[in-house]
T-cell receptor, first 112, second 116 residues
Framework: KQEVTQIPAALSVPEGENLVLNCSFT??????LQWFRQDPGKGLTSLLL?????REQTSGRLNASLDKSSGRSTLYIAASQPGDSATYLC???????????FGEGTQLTVNP | GAGVSQSPSNKVTEKGKDVELRCDPI?????LYWYRQSLGQGLEFLIY????????KSGLPSDRFSAERTGGSVSTLTIQRTQQEDSAVYLC??????????????FGSGTQLSVL
C-alpha cells in the first residue's frame, strides 16, 4: 500500500527566504506526482504535476523535482511571500486508472 | 462550468439523518473523485468514477456511504444515518481523461458537513 509522507508538518519563515518542502513515497512505481496548495476553507489548487518520465517541473517561483528511485519529491519556493502562506500537499498516482494518495501536508507561514 | 462546483458549501445535520452532497464537474471531464478531509487529517479517498466503467468504491468507509454519477456528469454522494464521525469536508475533483501521465486533478471548494 502506497504511503506518502511530508516533512516538515509546519514551517514558518520570514518573507524573502527560499524554502524546500519534502515529500516521500514508499512505492516508487508511480504514474505521476502532483503538488497542490490548499488555503483555509478552500479546495485544492494544482501547482505542478511531474510525470513519471520527468525529473522536474517549474512554474514561476516554484520548482518541483522527482527522484522515483529514492521515492522523493521536493517543492522549492524561491523568494517566499506572505501570499504563499497555505498548506502544501503532495499526491502520487500509481497507475492511469487509480486514485491519488495524498500526504498530510506542510503548513507554511511566510511572515512579512 | 468554469470549475468544479459543489453544493451545499455547508451542511449541518442531526445524527441519524441522511444527507446528499452534490458535485458538478468541469464540462467534458470524464473522471470524478470524492475525497474526505477530517480536521487535522490528510485526504481520504472515497470513490472514483471513470466514464462508463464500474466505479472504484474501495474507499467508502461503510455501507452507509454511496455515490452515483448520472449521465457521466453530476455526482451525488449520499450518507445515510449520519454519525458524528462523518463530520468532515467532502471534496470532489475531476480530470479530463485518464491514460495520460499529465492528467491534472481539479478540486471543488468542498462541502463542510457537521453532524450534531
Amino acid at each position: 500500500k502506497q504511503e506518502v509522507t511530508q516533512i516538515p508538518a509546519a514551517l514558518s519563515v520570514p518573507e524573502g527566504e527560499n524554502l524546500v518542502l519534502n515529500c516521500s513515497f514508499t512505492d516508487s512505481a508511480i504514474y505521476n506526482l502532483q503538488w497542490f496548495r490548499q488555503d483555509p476553507g478552500k479546495g485544492l489548487t494544482s501547482l505542478l504535476l511531474i510525470q513519471s518520465s520527468q525529473r522536474e517541473q517549474t512554474s514561476g517561483r516554484l520548482n518541483a523535482s522527482l527522484d522515483k528511485s529514492s521515492g522523493r519529491s521536493t517543492l522549492y519556493i524561491a523568494a517566499s511571500q506572505p501570499g504563499d502562506s497555505a498548506t502544501y500537499l503532495c499526491a502520487v498516482k500509481e497507475t492511469s486508472g487509480s486514485r491519488l494518495t495524498f500526504g498530510e501536508g506542510t503548513q507554511l507561514t511566510v511572515n512579512p | 462550468g468554469a470549475g468544479v462546483s459543489q453544493s451545499p458549501s455547508n451542511k449541518v445535520t442531526e445524527k441519524g439523518k441522511d444527507v446528499e452532497l452534490r458535485c458538478d464537474p468541469i464540462s467534458g471531464h470524464t473522471a470524478l473523485y470524492w475525497y474526505r478531509q477530517s480536521l487535522g487529517q490528510g485526504l481520504e479517498f472515497l470513490i472514483y468514477f471513470q466514464g462508463n466503467s464500474a466505479p472504484d468504491k474501495s474507499g467508502l468507509p461503510s455501507d452507509r456511504f454511496s455515490a452515483e454519477r448520472t449521465g457521466g456528469s453530476v455526482s451525488t454522494l449520499t450518507i445515510q444515518r449520519t454519525q458524528q464521525e462523518d463530520s468532515a469536508v467532502y471534496l470532489c475533483a475531476s480530470s479530463f481523461r485518464t491514460g495520460a501521465t499529465n492528467e491534472k486533478l481539479f478540486f471543488g471548494s468542498g462541502t463542510q458537513l457537521s453532524v450534531l
